[in-house]
Nanobody
């Protein structure tokens, strides 16, 4: 079972920056796409923030384009989210997601981290 551990969440003023990290560990064959999601309130659906494939293809939610940058270190099974020009509406719990393959030519299974809180004060 793969475990995803996020870190880097904090309280920051509007206009500030934070860098989130997510490291995957455990027995696996490979990880395909990885992503950051966020949930702004309990009960609300998690929304995709940014995704990155193993080959580096990237997609962003429109509201974070130009401010957030996702990156990946395949050797470390780690992704990062550099968040600049933060706004109060970015306040949320940020979750890491990974599409994990446990055996060669096997199916993908979604793994989730526990989340890290990002709070942006105005």
């Amino acid at each position: 079972q793969v475990q995803l551990v996020e870190s880097g969440g904090d309280l920051v003023q509007a206009g500030g920056s934070l860098r989130l990290s997510c490291a995957a560990s455990g027995r696996m064959f490979s990880i395909n796409a990885m992503a950051w999601y966020r949930q702004t309130a309990l009960g609300k659906q998690r929304e995709m923030v940014a995704t990155i494939t193993r080959n580096g293809f990237i997609n962003y939610q429109d509201s974070v384009k130009g401010r957030f940058t996702i990156s990946r270190d395949n050797a470390k099974n780690t992704i990062y989210l550099q968040m600049n020009s933060l706004k109060p509406e970015d306040t949320a719990v940020y979750y890491c997601n990974a599409a994990v393959v446990y055996v060669p030519r096997g199916s993908e299974y979604a793994a989730w981290g526990q989340g890290t809180q990002v709070t942006v004060s105005s």
